[in-house]
């Protein structure tokens, strides 16, 4: 089973900028769709960003269009999440995940995780 590992983490002040990377085991194109999630502490975790990594095709949540992108670099089995102009509110917990099969990634059914990197954005 693939493994993702995150990283690029940290603390920033607002209106930085980090760029989170996830690096999985295998190679991207085997999986239908890579997504980066957030959990700050006493919120719901949700998804911010998707990819699909065959046809490059992305979404994200509405809050964080304009300053969040999701990319791929396929030859390195990446993906990654540039954040610009950081937050307070963007503080949490970013995960990566995998949805594996066409189907997982159309009904989003994200079913291989990574341990996290924390962002921490002060004012």
């Known amino acids: 089973q693939v493994q993702l590992v995150e990283s690029g983490g940290g603390s920033v002040q607002a209106g930085g900028s980090l760029r989170l990377s996830c690096t999985a085991s295998?190679?991207?194109?085997?999986?239908?769709?890579m997504g980066w999630f957030r959990q700050a502490p006493g919120k719901e975790r949700e998804r911010v960003a998707s990819?699909?990594?065959?046809?490059?095709?992305?979404t994200y949540l509405d809050s964080v269009k304009g300053r969040f992108t999701i990319s791929q670099d396929n030859a390195k089995n990446t993906v990654y999440l540039q954040i610009d102009t950081l937050k307070p509110e963007d503080t949490a917990m970013y995960y990566c995940?995998?949805?594996?099969?066409?189907?997982?990634?159309?009904?989003?059914?994200?079913?291989?995780w990574g341990q996290g990197t924390q962002v921490t954005v002060s004012s």
């Open positions: 990819i699909a990594t065959g046809g490059g095709g992305t």
């Open positions: 995940a995998a949805a594996p099969s066409v189907v997982d990634c159309l009904t989003s059914r994200y079913k291989i």
């Open positions: 295998k190679n991207t194109y085997d999986i239908a769709c």
